[in-house]
């Protein structure tokens, strides 16, 4: 019989990013391979276009996108509408920790659904409130997990964080996967000395000290090139550009 899965992520389709790429491969995978029916549960915002309200229901992939209003900060976006939509679904996935993972720990009395999670780093991308998320974490984050069914870290670095606060068998690790159909054939016939980065400019990608570190390689091994690819988020190509001449 089917499974309705509702997975729940604060940004996808038209976003572009990773979070996005491993949510959209796990419910096209349930849907080809296993016969179930995925929805993806997202916000109807881009946080880097916050002025355009994408519509509230659409498709990608032939996957069905339901999009939610909602208020306060990318960091934090408050959409309680998100009990409503998932009502139906056999068994609720949230991708990433956030206003989700937390909302739906704390109403799963009234869903009554089993939650899974992804982790995805967690909110740790950056040093931001160290501190505070330090606190965050050991408290509301611990209090959160216990409702969970599974966690899954999709990185070892997450499997070790959430340890602390979670134990097996509820957490896994399974690294997040990579669709490398669509990089078949793609590359170059022989090993040329090239690397490309493709994907949001994210402060988190290391971007910054990915151009110091090249700029050491061409030093001793002038015939290597890099290709940055992909679009602005926090870094803009002014900033890319400025920091390329001041490397040389």
Do not use: C
Not at 70 to 86: D, F, I, K
Not at 137 to 150: E, H, L, Q
Not at 234 to 246: G, K, P, R, S, Y
């Amino acid at each position: 019989m089917p499974i309705k899965v509702a997975h729940v992520v604060r940004q996808y389709y038209p976003s572009v990013g990773g979070m996005e790429e491993v949510v959209q491969n796990i419910a096209r995978h349930q849907r080809d391979y296993h016969g179930h029916v995925p929805t993806i549960f997202t916000l109807n915002r881009l946080f880097r276009n916050s002025s355009e309200t994408l519509p509230s229901e659409d498709e990608a992939d032939g996957i069905r996108i339901v999009r939610l209003p909602y208020r306060g900060s990318s960091r934090y976006p408050l959409a309680p509408q998100v009990l409503r939509e998932v009502r139906d679904a056999d068994v609720i996935h949230v991708h990433g920790v956030d206003f989700f993972y937390d909302y739906l720990a704390l109403t799963k009395v009234v869903h009554r659904r089993p939650l899974v999670a992804s982790t995805h780093g967690g909110f740790f991308h950056t040093q931001f409130a160290s501190r505070l998320k330090t606190i965050y974490f050991n408290t509301v984050t611990r209090a959160s997990s216990a409702a969970y069914d599974r966690i899954v870290g999709t990185s070892e670095n997450d499997g070790v964080m959430f340890r602390d606060i979670v134990r097996p068998p509820k957490l896994s690790v399974i690294e997040n996967g990579v669709n490398v159909q669509k990089f078949a054939g793609r590359g170059a016939a022989r090993l040329a000395p090239v690397m490309i980065y493709f994907g949001r400019w994210s402060v988190n990608k290391g971007l910054i000290e990915t151009l110091a570190l090249f700029r050491e390689l061409v030093a001793r091994h002038p015939e290597w090139r890099l290709i940055i690819a992909g679009r602005e988020y926090d870094h803009t190509v002014a900033e890319l550009n400025a920091l390329i001449e001041q490397h040389g």
